[in-house]
C-alpha cells in the first residue's frame, strides 16, 4: 500500500517542471512535482556560481502560452544573470501557484512499473511511497554534475565546490590561492567573474574554446516595451526555427562571394550573440570546408586580442570545428590571461593526476597549491539525471543498464520498455545542445499533457513506444546525427566527457521545427509508433 495516489509524478521544479504540472493540474489530473532542491528553478536554483548567467536572449528564454505572464515579467538586459531568473522562475512559481502541489527537499530515489497495475511505484529518500498512473520526469538536460572525478578529492584541506552545487552564500575567494578546473561555458563564466576578486587564480586547461563575445545591453523601459510588443511574432516563430532562437539560417554559403561571405561573419559576430553560431551559416555543421573558414575567423579574431603566441597555442582551438560543440559567449574572457595573477596551466599532455590536501597534483608531479578548487567539469548530460534514479519498466528492466549499453529513446519522450514513463530534455530529442531549452521544453511538455489528454479523452490508459517505431526514431536520429559534425568532436554532446558512456549525438540535429512537426504528425496520426492500451 503506497503513501499517496497521483494521476501523475512530474520529477522536477525548473522551466519544464513547473509548466508540466500547471498543464496536468489545469487538465484535471491529480499532480505533484518533487525536486531535490529547496526552491523552484532546476538549472538556475542550482548554478549559482559567480557569473551564472544566460546565453540566449532573455526575452525569447521565456513561456510563451500566456501573454499575461510573458509581459508580466520585465527583463533587466539581454543576458541577464542567476539571481534574475530563479526570481522569475519564483514569479511563475507564484503567478500559477504552483507551490502548493510541489514537495521540495525531496529526491525521487526510484520508480518501479507493475505490469499488473499499469502503474508506477515511486519512492522517496525519506521512504514515502507514491502510487501513480504517469510518470513525467523534468530532470534537466544538464543537471547531474560530474563531481568526484579524482583520487584524493575528499582530502583537499581547502573548499571544493562542482559549479552546480555552489554555495547558497557565496564562496569568500578575496585573497584566496583559486584553481578552476574547465573551461566549458561554466567555467569561462568563472573565470572572467573571479579573475579580479582572487590572490591567484590558476586555471587547468585540457580543451580550448571558440569563444564570442557578448554583448549585454541593459533594458530600460521603452526596450521592454519594444521586446514586449513582440510577443505573437515571438510565440509564432521561435518553435519553428532551426534552433528555437528568434534567428535563423537564411543564407546558403554558396550562393554568397567570399566578401559577402566575410560581410556576413562580421555582422553576426558583432551581433554579441550566439547568431554566429546559429544562424550564420549551416554549412558549418556538415561541410568541412566551411566548417574551417569560419573557424578560422573566429581563430583570428581571439589572436587579435590575445596576441601572446603561447596563450593563442594554449586557448584558440585548433583540432575541432566551431560550433561542434557548445559556443560560450564571453565578457573580457581572453583578457583575463594577461592578467598578473592568473596562469593557465595547459593539462591535456600532462593531466591532473590527484588532488592532496596543499592542492592539485599534475601526472609530472607538479603541485600547484591552492586554497579553494571550482569545478567546472560539466554533466553527465541527457542521461545522467534519470540514470540516477533506479527506474525499473517491464520485467523489471532498469534504465541504467539499458542506456549502460546503448541510449535509445522515441523522439526523446519516452523509451520502449518504459510505459507511460514520459521524459523531457532526454537523448534524441533537441535540447541544451542546439536549442534554445525554453522552446524544446515547452514544445516537449506540451506533447506530453496532450498524449495524456488524448490517452484520458479515449478512454486509454497505457502508452509505450513500439520497438519498431523506436527503432526508426533512433535510426532516423542517427542518420542526421552521423553526418553532423558535431558527431566528430568529443564533449558532452557525445557522452565522452562520462567514461564508459556509449556514444551517440544526444541532440537532435535535424531542427527544433522540424522535430516538431515530426511529434505533432505522430499525435495526429493516432500516435504512430507508439502502443495505446
Ligand atoms: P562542459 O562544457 O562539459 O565543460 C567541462 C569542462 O571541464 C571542460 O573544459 C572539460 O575539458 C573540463 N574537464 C572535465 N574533466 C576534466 C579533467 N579530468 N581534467 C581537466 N579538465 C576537465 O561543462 P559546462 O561548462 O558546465 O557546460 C555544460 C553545458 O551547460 C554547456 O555546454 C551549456 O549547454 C550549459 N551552460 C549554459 C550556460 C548559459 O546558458 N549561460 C552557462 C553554462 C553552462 P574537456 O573539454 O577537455 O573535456
Known amino acids: 500500500m503506497s503513501d499517496k495516489t497521483l494521476d501523475a509524478v512530474v520529477i522536477g521544479a525548473g522551466v519544464a517542471g513547473l509548466y508540466q504540472l500547471h498543464q496536468l493540474r489545469e487538465q484535471g489530473l491529480d499532480v505533484r512535482a518533487f525536486d531535490t532542491a529547496s526552491g523552484v528553478g532546476g538549472t538556475w536554483y542550482w548554478n549559482r556560481y559567480p557569473g551564472a548567467k544566460f546565453d540566449s536572449e532573455a526575452y525569447i528564454y521565456q513561456y510563451l502560452f500566456d501573454e499575461d505572464l510573458y509581459k508580466g515579467w520585465s527583463w533587466s538586459s539581454r543576458f541577464p544573470g542567476q539571481s534574475e531568473i530563479e526570481e522569475w522562475l519564483n514569479y511563475v512559481a507564484d503567478a500559477l501557484d504552483l507551490r502548493r502541489d510541489i514537495s521540495f527537499d525531496t529526491t525521487i530515489t526510484s520508480a518501479v512499473f507493475d505490469e499488473d497495475t499499469n502503474r508506477w511505484t515511486v519512492t522517496t529518500d525519506s521512504g514515502e511511497t507514491i502510487d501513480t498512473q504517469y510518470l513525467v520526469t523534468c530532470c534537466g538536460m544538464l543537471s547531474a554534475p560530474m563531481a568526484d572525478l579524482f583520487p584524493g578529492q575528499s582530502d583537499f584541506s581547502g573548499e571544493i565546490f562542482h559549479t552546480a552545487r555552489w554555495p547558497r552564500d557565496g564562496v569568500e575567494l578575496s585573497g584566496k590561492r583559486v584553481g578552476v578546473i574547465g573551461n566549458g561555458a561554466t567555467g569561462i563564466q568563472v573565470i572572467q567573474t573571479i579573475a579580479e576578486q582572487v590572490d591567484q587564480l590558476t586555471v587547468f586547461i585540457r580543451t580550448p574554446q571558440y569563444a564570442l563575445p557578448m554583448k549585454n545591453p541593459s533594458y530600460g523601459p521603452d526596450d521592454v516595451e519594444a521586446y514586449k510588443a513582440r510577443f505573437d511574432e515571438l510565440r509564432e516563430n521561435l518553435p519553428n526555427t532551426f534552433t528555437g532562437f528568434e534567428y535563423d539560417f537564411d543564407v546558403a554559403w554558396a550562393d ?202 479515449n478512454g486509454k490508459s497505457v502508452i509505450e513506444p513500439t520497438e519498431e517505431g523506436q527503432d526508426a526514431w533512433v535510426a532516423h536520429h542517427d542518420e542526421l546525427a552521423d553526418a553532423n559534425l558535431i558527431s566528430k568532436t568529443n564533449s558532452w554532446y557525445v557522452g565522452s566527457n562520462v567514461p564508459g558512456k556509449p556514444r551517440r549525438v544526444l541532440s537532435y540535429v535535424g531542427g527544433v521545427g522540424a522535430y516538431r512537426a515530426a511529434t505533432l504528425e505522430a499525435a495526429a496520426a493516432g500516435y504512430k509508433g507508439f502502443s495505446l492500451s
Open 256 to 457: 554568397l562571394t567570399p566578401a559577402q561571405r566575410r560581410e556576413r561573419l562580421e555582422a553576426d559576430y558583432e551581433n554579441g550573440s550566439l547568431k554566429l553560431w546559429l544562424a550564420s551559416f549551416a554549412e558549418i555543421f556538415s561541410d568541412e570546408e566551411v566548417s574551417e573558414e569560419v573557424s578560422e575567423f573566429v581563430r583570428e579574431k581571439m589572436r587579435a586580442r590575445l596576441q601572446d603566441p603561447e596563450l593563442c597555442e594554449l586557448l584558440i582551438p585548433s583540432d575541432y570545428g566551431f560550433g561542434t560543440h557548445r559556443v560560450p559567449l564571453e565578457s573580457g574572457y581572453l583578457e583575463v590571461y594577461h592578467r598578473d595573477n592568473v596562469q593557465a596551466v595547459p593539462v591535456r599532455n600532462n593531466p591532473i593526476a590527484r588532488i592532496v590536501p596543499e592542492g592539485i597534483v599534475l601526472e609530472d608531479g607538479t603541485l600547484y597549491e591552492l586554497d579553494v578548487i571550482v569545478m567546472a567539469t560539466g554533466f553527465d548530460a541527457g542521461t545522467g539525471a534519470l540514470t540516477r534514479i533506479d527506474i525499473r519498466g517491464r520485467d523489471g528492466r532498469s534504465l541504467r543498464e539499458d542506456w549502460g549499453r546503448d541510449i535509445r529513446t522515441t523522439m526523446g519522450l519516452m523509451v520502449h520498455g518504459y510505459p507511460n514513463l514520459l521524459t523531457t530534455g532526454a537523448p534524441l530529442a533537441p535540447s541544451a545542445a542546439l536549442c534554445n531549452m525554453t522552446t524544446c521544453l515547452q514544445q516537449q511538455t506540451e506533447w506530453i499533457s496532450d498524449a495524456i489528454g488524448y490517452l484520458r479523452a
